[in-house]
RNA sequence: GGUCCCGUAGUUCAAUGGAUAGAAUAGAAGUUUCCUAAACUUUAGAUGCAAGUUCGAUUCUUGCCGGGACUACCA
């Protein structure tokens, strides 16, 4: 148990018998105690002071004095200021948690608790290469699923491909027109690139089609109604519906070059999945769902065979869900998938990573299946999360400013190798170890800015200015963890001597940031939301760094000083290690 | 028009209604005979505007200004 939950039930305690009131560790504020100030944890009194009727000092004073009265091997002494009284926790308890969990593996790890959770990401469209928007995703989608892992619920990972639809058309289409049988092979291109080419050429030549017609006279709207090579893709759509062959057999043959490309960016990022659906696959589970909703009177069919349903109870729309041509809408295939996925799965929540763009979309999706009674809507969770903008904006396709997940990687790839030559610090490495080390600090960089921002706001990358690796960095804690191997290396920490008496200031400001890591996990986890973890690595490493700067560990001042270290040192060398493993980062033994 | 989100140092990000609003980076000044200087230390710099609730507001409420998303028989 965290030392903040082990003293919330004690100060309660002490304030109900003292005061003869009813208070709960819930009535408790209890903050890290600011640095300026002496004290570890500081409990707010203002919130007593109103129903004590006393002063907030002489509260504090109180209440100060029955706690080292009541618990004197836990607080050492207490200090108050204003509202705040500042208390010390005893040397001996951290020594104690360091002393008996120096070398533990499994530090932050709960055990299995049966609860079962799904999370969807990634979720690609196959007519296109993965841009930085995607890498935020993959790396939110497989952060967040790990995390709970840690915090012992069963997590599945699962992705839906979005591999059908007028937009994979689209490119099929142009590769028709201008391909002349190229493939990926022949061109010697990857090949969610190379369809990725063939998606942004039929926008390009629809532009030109619609700026023709609209010089022959026709309106705008007109004009891109009848683009002929729009006319095409729709054509096409309806044709893979019927299942013609040949349109099926390109389909399949250009979404398997996609696959390929993706593949190879999947692997490299670390992203996985224990089960992949594909749209085209489940895009008719739907039907069974508007039938249903027929059944149920949750849904309502027009004059015109259209089926809807009316959220204006719910503050929201009438939304259709399903055509008056008798094809599904999209939201409509999401509940079927939904169903279908609460019956292989039975998870009691299921998290959506979808950007914030489709928040409207899911709080209608969740109330569709509360109202059809799915199984398992009201654990529908859209993991909602802001955009990645340029400096100049959104992101867009057919403005070419997209930055791509592959060339992004690539670049900081280089920046890494160059770095580390500049440095010159690992020039005994072969060039496999070198080149494992570049990917490790490249994407570590990548990932960790990605992460360290609170997941629900937008955030903007700057291409010139983003590619850092000091400070709040992924880097400069691998940095941190490379030290403290190199210490390790050197001299371990043994098992049977005690060590250290008194704390000096930067070991136990070490000491107290390393005693928060499970708590950190576990408000990551119920908050879905990795940046709490990379945060905290970084404070963490932070706090290392001072204290290596400040303190020698191999030639301490006492043997018992250096054991000290020692167990610091690889207690947090653990924490570094596992911590970023959750954010889907590397460490390495040395950089 | 309607619904929702966001405005914090030059820049990118923090801050369960609590202490003098924290970091990083860019700026200024230092630190290496010593476990890896991708480091450490010091310094300067910010809550869009106006009211309200509160002992206390970056946080809650309202209005204004500025930015964005959604509001398709698209996915």
């Not at 160059?418 to 060039?431: I, N, P």
């Amino acid at each position: 148990m965290s030392i903040v939950n082990r003293i919330k039930p004690i100060i309660a305690d002490v304030i109900s018998r003292q005061y003869n009131q009813t208070v709960t560790a819930a009535d408790l504020t209890i903050n890290s105690t600011k640095p300026e100030f002496t004290g570890d944890y500081t409990l707010v009194l203002f919130a007593f002071v109103k129903s004590l009727k006393k002063s907030p000092e002489q509260l504090g004073q109180e209440i100060g004095d029955s706690l080292l009265k009541a618990e004197p091997a836990l607080f050492a002494s207490y200090n108050v200021i204003k509202g705040f009284l500042n208390l010390v926790i005893a040397d001996q308890f951290w020594l104690d948690f360091l002393n008996t969990g120096y070398d533990n593996q499994d530090f932050g790890k709960k055990p299995a608790d049966g609860r079962k959770k799904m999370v969807e990401y990634s979720s690609p469209n196959t007519n296109k290469p993965l841009h930085l928007g995607h890498l935020r995703n993959n790396f939110l989608g497989w952060s967040v699923a790990e995390i709970m892992k840690t915090n012992g619920h069963t997590v599945y990972k699962t992705c839906i491909s979005n591999d059908r639809g007028i937009h994979i058309c689209k490119s099929m289409v142009a590769w028709l027109r201008y391909a002349n049988g190229a493939t990926p092979a022949s061109t010697g291109s990857k090949g969610d690139h190379f369809v990725g080419d063939y998606y942004v050429m039929f926008g390009n030549v629809m532009k030109k089609e619609i700026a023709a017609l609209i010089e022959s006279g026709l309106s705008k709207e007109d004009a891109e109604k009848q683009a002929p090579i729009m006319k095409e893709a729709q054509q096409m759509l309806v044709d893979w519906e019927s299942g013609d062959e040949a349109v099926n057999n390109l389909w399949k043959t250009m979404n398997a070059w996609v696959y390929s490309g993706f593949e190879i960016t999947y692997k490299r990022i670390g992203s996985d999945f224990d089960k992949t659906y594909y749209e085209s696959q489940t895009y008719l589970l739907g039907k069974k769902a508007v039938e249903d909703g027929l059944a149920k009177n949750v849904f309502y069919k027009k004059e015109d065979g259209s089926v809807w349903i009316d959220l204006t109870a719910d503050g929201l729309d009438e939304k259709v869900v399903q055509r008056k041509d008798g094809t599904a809408v999209y939201i409509t295939q999401d509940i079927g998938l939904a169903e279908q996925r609460e019956q292989e799965f039975g998870c009691e929540q299921t998290f959506y990573v979808v950007a914030d763009e489709q928040n409207y979309h899911f709080k209608v999706l969740k109330l569709i299946a509360e109202k059809l009674g799915i199984p398992g809507a009201s654990g529908i969770t859209h993991m909602s999360y802001g955009m990645v903008e340029l400096p100049t904006g959104r992101m867009k396709t057919r403005e070419g400013t997209v930055v791509d997940a592959d060339d992004m990687i690539e670049e900081m790839v280089n920046v890494a190798r160059q770095k580390t030559e500049e440095l010159g610090k690992v020039k005994d490495f072969s060039e496999a170890e070198l080149k494992e080390l570049y990917d490790i600090i490249a994407l570590g960089a990548l990932k960790f800015f990605l992460l360290r921002v609170d997941p629900k706001k937008r955030m903007i990358f700057n291409p010139e200015e983003s590619i850092d690796f000091h400070g709040f960095t992924g880097p400069f804690i691998q940095f941190i963890h490379a030290r403290i191997k190199s210490i390790l290396r050197k001299e371990a920490p043994v098992k049977s001597a005690d060590a250290g008496s008194g704390l000096l200031p930067a070991e136990k400001s070490l000491i107290i940031k390393l005693e928060q890591y499970p708590t950190v996990v576990e408000q990551a986890a119920t908050e879905y939301n990795p940046s709490l973890l990379a945060i905290y690595c970084y404070e963490l490493a932070k706090a290392y760094s001072s204290f290596y700067t400040e303190h020698s560990v191999l030639t301490a001042e006492s043997a018992e000083k250096k054991q000290l270290r020692l167990r610091l040192s690889q207690l947090t060398g653990i924490v570094i290690a596992k911590g970023m493993a959750l954010l889907g980062i590397k460490v390495p033994e040395r950089m």
